[in-house]
Each structure stands twice: as structure tokens, then as C-alpha cells.
């Protein structure tokens, strides 16, 4: 029990802040993060690649709930059907004008401007910080 009461690094303390801001930002436009981190996916990828089973794949997450979040967002009116993606049964996915619109308000825009203060080699040790932490913590997920 002792252990709960060592201080976090401060560096961990702004990372909580900084997640914890852009979870608060996402979600006062109505979404979830895992709806922000598909509406992303989709309009990043080539259609081909713009399925149900791709994202949850992409995410390393079950394709149960990756078809739910995916229902919840056509029912919104973000994302829309877009013919078959090439292979079996698989229906690629498409943005919306209201999901082109709304991701034009993505929180994680914000991050662009931060990220442009800074030059390569100082944008290279945060991306290397970035991607330990997120290895670090994706090793530790129960599985």
C-alpha cells in the first residue's frame, strides 16, 4: 500500500492531463474515443481497406464491438456504406459531409500546432517517447 502514495513522474502527470483534456474535448462533441479512433481510421485509409474487420484489426480489438461502434456512427449520420471492399462479404466504409465535417473539429487537430513549434530532431525524441509508452503500456494489457 505504501507503494500507492510514491509520487508519479511529472512527465506521467502531463500526459494524464493531456489525455484527459483531449477525452474531455472529444466527448463534449458527442463521441467516444474508440468513435474518434474510427472516424480517423476511415478517413485515412484506402477503401479497400475500410471495413469493420479491418479496423478491428487496426485495433487489435474484438469485431464485435469494432461492429458496434461502427453501427453507432452510421446511425449518426458520420459514416455511410460504400460498396463491397473487394473480398467476400466485406462492406467498405465512407465518411459522411457530417463525418468530414465533424472530424474537421477533432481534438487531436489541436496537437498539430504544439507539434510545429518544436524541429526534427527535437520532434523525434517526443515520437520515440510516444512510441515506447505506447509499447510499454500495450505489453503490460492482460491478454
Keep these: 500500500m505504501a507503494d500507492l502514495l510514491i509520487p508519479t513522474p ?5 500526459l494524464e492531463q493531456v489525455a484527459r483534456r483531449l477525452h474531455a474535448q472529444a466527448h463534449a462533441l458527442d463521441l467516444f474515443p474508440a468513435q474518434w479512433a474510427a472516424l480517423r481510421y476511415i478517413a485515412r485509409m484506402p477503401l479497400e481497406l475500410r471495413t469493420s474487420s479491418d479496423l478491428a484489426r487496426f485495433q487489435g480489438q474484438e469485431h464485435s464491438a469494432v461492429a458496434r461502434t461502427v453501427r453507432t456512427l452510421v446511425l449518426k449520420g458520420y459514416l455511410q456504406p460504400a460498396g463491397r471492399a473487394g473480398r467476400g462479404r466485406a462492406t467498405a466504409l465512407e465518411l459522411t459531409p457530417q463525418g468530414e465535417a465533424l ?10 500546432t504544439v507539434f510545429e513549434r518544436y524541429d526534427g530532431p527535437e520532434r523525434e525524441i517526443i515520437a520515440r517517447f510516444l512510441e515506447d509508452t505506447v509499447r510499454i503500456l500495450h505489453d503490460d494489457e492482460p491478454r
Design 10 to 14: 511529472p512527465l506521467a502527470n502531463l
Design 103 to 112: 472530424l474537421r473539429q477533432d481534438p487531436l487537430l489541436k496537437l498539430r
